[in-house]
């Protein structure tokens, strides 16, 4: 698991999927600050990413450089405190460029549920599944199921 969490450290833009009118929805988001498996993210009160997850808090996120990807599963949490807020506005340029001030932006977590970590250079590539709500691992190749 730790190689995955170092993949996303260093891999902040993730294809962000959210759900809407029964339909999926997916743009590209910065991951703004990570504490272990907890992800910090902002946006405006006024997109429609922010009503969809209002209705439906249900998130998937995907990383990938070259034949690596990391894919997570979690729920948005708006409950994030000031001082979060605050230190995600001040350590990112482009919020200070669009955003007057931080609370102008609304700001939610998503502590990780679910990961997979594929590599697809190896032969056979290789699988990691990461359950962290039933504290599961299970590994395999691509193409295979996953033990857990």
């Known amino acids: 698991m ?4 170092e ?3 260093s891999h902040k833009d993730v294809a962000f999927a959210t759900c809407g009118d029964g339909r999926p929805k997916i743009r590209v988001f910065q991951i703004m600050k990570m504490e272990g498996t907890t992800l910090f993210f902002a946006t405006s009160p006024v997109k ?5 997850l209002q209705k439906n808090p249900y998130i998937e996120i995907l990383a990938q ?7 997570c599963v979690g729920k948005a949490d708006f409950d994030v405190d000031d001082e979060r807020k ?4 001040d350590h990112n340029d482009v919020l200070s460029r ?9 700001y939610f977590k998503m502590s990780i549920e679910q990961m997979d970590y594929y590599d697809l250079a190896p032969t ?16 395999g ?5 996953y033990s857990r």
């Not at 450089?65 to 894919?71: I, L």
């Open 2 to 5: 730790k190689k995955a969490l």
């Open 98 to 106: 669009l955003y007057t001030s931080y609370d102008k932006m609304v």
């Open 65 to 71: 450089d070259a034949a690596v990807s990391v894919r």
């Open 48 to 52: 429609e990413v922010y009503r969809q």
């Open 141 to 145: 190749y691509v193409g295979e199921r």
């Open 86 to 89: 605050r230190w995600i506005y």
């Open 7 to 9: 993949f996303l450290q």
């Open 124 to 139: 056979p590539p290789i699988l990691n599944h990461y359950d962290l709500l039933h504290h599961t691992a299970g590994s």
